[in-house]
Each structure stands twice: as structure tokens, then as C-alpha cells.
């Protein structure tokens, strides 16, 4: 599939060089290292990576992981970035800013070394917890956080919930009172941490309605901080319900879910979804993964993402794993030719065009 991609949920980049260690951290959703005398190459994404992303830095296909780490080292930082992801020929990044840190690439070191326009979505937990940071009192914290929304919001292409990671996907659906909000605010400020109160959480959600941007939502695996039984995208069902006269929802990865996800994309008209993060790391069964998923969601209702963060490899892989598996399941489908190119057109960025209202 040559159509272009427009990848509508990434991070960003590690600076690098880095260390194998650094490395295999990127390759896993674990925050803990493999079994002493293991190592996370061992896993299909691992296969891919070094399949696929070696020649790139002019090593052999399935070149050894050490070589590799050393390679990219010799090449150094920005030349690897550069390579990997310019070789993804990705159109246009939506990038969740949410993570960050010095030893990461900026939203313009990004576009620079991948030559793709990089647009902000914006974190609702994080402009809130920035809220709190710069020192809110409870009863101003409603208005503090609408008016740094606003203004961080005011050249986003999106806002992102993380309500999966910080309570599940089982919220009330109802958005809540100020007296509410008001109290609640004065338990999480007065306790500090991260913001993980139920109700301030679907306060967020439902200012992110009122921006009129496009809302995405984590659900499905992700790192050990997900309860992955209560980020099933089915669970948002009363959600969905509630906020059908909005702006487009996106389940974003959904996987092992991912047919609950579909049918939520077949029945509510703002819902979408993505497999992203699913596709690289199942390697080449993402051919599987996307089939699944096309049983149900209607072809207008699935973008691209690679969920990529760290590696500039994980670009690489996203894409081109999609690429192939969107190839083959189309093939196996029995989509005639004059349909193919739509479809495929459709879901590579055409959907996310409309979505999220991109320039052609
Ligand atoms: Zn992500």
C-alpha cells in the first residue's frame, strides 16, 4: 500500500544515542528489565525491529542486537533519527506531548529529521496537574484549569485522556457538579501525586468536550499501570452515549479489544479507532490484528497510529507494518481494485483529514 499515511497518534523521540539497555526499555510496555541472561529482541517486535530497521543503518537484515546498538551509536543521534524516519514516509505526526524530558526530540527536532509536520495533542491530566503545580486553590481550580486549557488547546489538533491509566475506563459517564469538582479538587491538592480522583478525571473529560476538539482515549494494553480489565472500550459504552452530539471520539490501540472497539465504531457515528502500538508489536500478525478489526468497523471509521515513543524505529515499524497487513488483509477481503485504493487512501489519511480537519 502506497497511499500516504497520516500517523494520528506518536510521542516523541529519544535524542540518542543510546545504550542496549536504553534501547530494550523501548521495546517492551514493562517498566522492568527481562530475566537476567535475557533480553527483549527475543519478542516479534524485536525480530522486526532488527529485520527491518538494520538496513536502514546499513547493517544485514536480522543483524545481531549489539551490532545494531553500535551502529546506531556510530551514526549518532540525529543521523539514525533521521534515516528511520524519513524511511517511514509518515505525511503529517499528531503528537501526544504528554511525555517528554530533555533527553527527548521537541515537536521541531521531529519535523526537522523526519520532514513530516508534527501537530500538538494536548494532555488533559498533564495541563491539570500543571494547574496544581503553580499552586490553585480548590475552589479556583475549575476555573484555573478551563482557562489553561483554553489557551493550551488554542493551536492543538486534539485533546487526550488518560483516565484509563489513572482509574478505568468504569467511570461515571455523568460530567460532574462544581460543588463536586470543588471537593474533589481539595482531596487531590491537599494529598498532591497525580491526578487520579474519579470525578476530577470526568471534569477533565468533559472540558475536553467543550474545547470542540477531537477527544482521544487510551484504552487497551499499554504499560503496567493499566488495569488492562478496565480499559476495555466497551466499558466507555454510557460514555459514548452521553457524548454523541460532540466531537469525534478516538479508541485509541484498543487491542486485545479491538473488536469491541469496532463495534462501538459501527453503531456510534463520532466514534473511531485505531490499532496502533498493537501494530508493531505483534510483529506480522498485525495482518490478523486488522482483519479482526475490519469485521466490524466501517472503513470511514479506522486511522493510523503507530503509538510510537522512544524509538524512531517504532515510526518505522508502525508504518511499515501497517503498510503490509492493510495490503494483505484488503487481499484477503476480496477488495476489488477500483475500491482498494480508496479504501486504503481512506484509512491510510483521508479519515484522519476529516477527523481532525487537516489541510489536504
Ligand atoms: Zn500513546
Known amino acids: 500500500m502506497d497511499a500516504p499515511l497520516i ?18 526499555s523501548f521495546l517492551t510496555e514493562s517498566d522492568q ?7 527483549a529482541f527475543d519478542s516479534l517486535l524485536g525480530v522486526e525491529l532488527r529485520r527491518r530497521c538494520a538496513p536502514v543503518l546499513d547493517l ?18 540525529d543521523e539514525a533519527n533521521r534515516r528511520l524516519l524519513t524511511a517511514s514516509a509518515v505525511e503529517t505526526l499528531l503528537v501526544d506531548t ?18 513530516a509536520p508534527a501537530h500538538e495533542v494536548v494532555r488533559l491530566e498533564t495541563v491539570a496537574e500543571e494547574v496544581a503545580a503553580d499552586g490553585v486553590a480548590a475552589a479556583e481550580f475549575e476555573s484555573g484549569f478551563g482557562e489553561a486549557l483554553r489557551r493550551r488547546a488554542a493551536d492543538a489538533v486534539a485533546v487526550k485522556s488518560i483516565v484509563a491509566y489513572r482509574h478505568g475506563l468504569d467511570f461515571d459517564p455523568r460530567p460532574p457538579s462544581t460543588a463536586e469538582v470543588v471537593k474533589a479538587a481539595g482531596r487531590w491538592l491537599a494529598a498532591g501525586g ?10 477533565l473529560l468533559w472540558e475536553g468536550r467543550a474545547t470542540g476538539l ?6 487497551g494494553f499499554g504499560d503496567p499501570d493499566v488495569d488492562l480489565a478496565r480499559s476495555d472500550p466497551a466499558l466507555l459504552t454510557e460514555f459514548l452515549r452521553a457524548s454523541a452530539a460532540g466531537p469525534p471520539v478516538l479508541l485509541l490501540h484498543c487491542y486485545p479489544y479491538h473488536r469491541h472497539a469496532a463495534y462501538l465504531a459501527s453503531v456510534f457515528p463520532h466514534v473511531h479507532i485505531d490499532v496502533g502500538l498493537a501494530i508493531p508489536h505483534v510483529g506480522r500478525r498485525a495482518r490478523a490484528i486488522l482483519a479482526e478489526t475490519l469485521e466490524l468497523a466501517p472503513f ?7 503509538d510510537a515513543y522512544g524509538l524512531a524505529e517504532l515510526y518505522l515499524l508502525g508504518a511499515l507494518g501497517f503498510r503490509e497487513a492493510l495490503d494483505e488483509v484488503l ?24 477527523v481532525y480537519g487537516l489541510a489536504d
Open 331 to 354: 487481499d484477503e477481503l476480496a477488495i476489488g481494485p477500483t475500491d482498494r485504493d480508496r479504501i486504503a487512501r481512506m484509512i491510510g489519511s483521508g479519515n484522519a483529514r476529516r
Open 194 to 203: 497525580r491526578v487520579r480522583d474519579e470525578v476530577l478525571l470526568r471534569h
Open 98 to 115: 504528554g511525555l517528554g524530558g530533555d533527553a527527548m526530540l521537541d515537536l521541531a527536532e521531529l519535523t526537522r529529521l523526519s520532514g
Open 33 to 39: 528489565p527481562p530475566p537476567p541472561g535475557c533480553t
Open 7 to 24: 500517523d494520528h497518534h506518536c510521542h516523541v523521540v529519544a535524542r540518542g544515542p543510546l545504550g542496549r539497555d536504553e534501547l530494550e
Open 60 to 77: 544485514a537484515a536480522d543483524a545481531d542486537p549489539d551490532d545494531y546498538t553500535a551502529r546506531r551509536a556510530e551514526l549518532g543521534g
Open 214 to 219: 477531537p477527544l482521544q482515549l487510551h484504552t
Open 300 to 306: 470511514h471509521k479506522l486511522l493510523y497510529s503507530s
